[in-house]
């Protein structure tokens, strides 16, 4: 197991220059969000997550507008949306990762947002052909739908830097994995301890 960690690790500190041009050049509009929500939401009642209600999954919906529903809410400050694939299909999230997500979501990314301000997601939910197109790790935990047990998300925040952004995650997550790059760090909660630098952090 700590091998096959290490390597992973390695892997992944490899994706940087990928991620960096998601954020660039890949975003949902609204109305891919709201179609990737509403596949998330009819998968979810056809097949169920751990006995849970699709109301028990979520925060409380807010009114939807003349522009349509309002997102799925994973708490005060995270939308499903922000999770889904930003390959040209608008891959969402898979509904039997969500539980994992919510974790993720409750216990790291909204402890961070209060200590550094609003938080972007810059990759969540990868499709196998998206994680190559970035370079990402063969198991990385951005394959929700290989690692729905465990997952991932790249983010930054309004305030500090990479390297305190790491601290923390590291803090948060004493089992799971955080990876530090220059402008970004990684977040997720595997099973074991995971932690690396991309290319060219000291």
């Given at each position: ?28 509009s ?69 539980p ?50 465990d ?52």
């Open positions: 197991m700590g091998a096959q960690v290490g390597e992973q690790s390695e892997n992944d500190a490899d994706e940087e220059e990928g991620v960096e041009q998601i954020e660039a050049t890949d975003s949902l609204q109305e891919d969000a709201q179609r990737a929500d509403a596949q998330v939401r009819a998968e979810l009642a056809t097949r169920g997550v751990e006995g849970e209600g699709i109301e028990d999954l979520f925060e409380p919906e807010e009114a939807g507008t003349k522009a349509g529903p309002a997102p799925l809410r994973l708490s005060a400050h995270f939308v499903l949306s922000e999770f889904h694939c930003k390959d040209a299909q608008r891959t969402p999230v898979p509904a039997v990762a969500i994992a997500l919510l974790r993720l979501v409750r216990d790291v990314l909204e402890p961070m947002r209060g200590k550094f301000g609003t938080c972007t997601v810059h990759s969540g939910f990868r499709t196998d052909a998206k994680n190559a197109e970035v370079e990402g790790a063969d198991q990385s935990q951005h394959l929700y739908h290989r690692t729905p047990a997952v991932a998300a790249d983010i930054t925040f309004a305030s500090g830097s990479p390297s305190d952004w790491a601290a923390e995650g590291e803090r948060l997550l004493p089992q799971g994995g955080v990876g530090r790059y220059k402008t970004f760090v990684h977040v997720d909660n595997r099973q074991g301890q995971a932690r690396w630098k991309g290319t060219g952090v000291s």
